[in-house]
Nanobody, 125 residues
């Protein structure tokens, strides 16, 4: 399984970015996909996820109503649309995948067995 995240960059506060995570080596529809981020000196934190059994994404409170997760099963790609970006959104963003995620573990990075390499998002104030 390989996950390739892309789309990061430098953006001004209030702007938007769309991250992509292209998956290979897996049956995409069988996998739960998550987005996490890690700022310098901080632990990796949950951003959002879309489970294989439920197309309704789950979001961290800090990004709810600003970020949107979607997926294209045919392209084996999951997206993270980030709007109204804030300086505190600055971090390396990672996509992750696993088959065995349940609702009680979806927010834990330890529940995901496969990770992309990360893409830097920098929001200038």
């Amino acid at each position: 399984v390989q996950l390739q995240a892309s789309g990061g960059g430098l953006v001004q506060a209030g702007g938007s970015l769309r991250l992509s995570c292209a998956a290979s080596g897996l049956t995409f529809s069988n996998y739960n996909m998550g987005w996490f981020r890690q700022a310098p000196g901080k632990e990796r934190e949950f951003v959002g996820a879309i489970r294989r059994s439920d197309s309704n994404p789950i979001y961290a409170d800090s990004v709810k109503d600003r970020f949107t997760i979607s997926r294209d099963i045919a392209k084996k790609t999951v997206y993270l649309q980030m709007n109204r970006l804030k300086s505190e959104d600055t971090a390396v963003y990672y996509c992750a995948a696993d088959r065995g995620i349940i609702l009680t573990t979806v927010r834990s990075p330890h529940a995901y067995g496969y990770w992309g390499q990360g893409t830097q998002v920098t929001v200038s104030s």
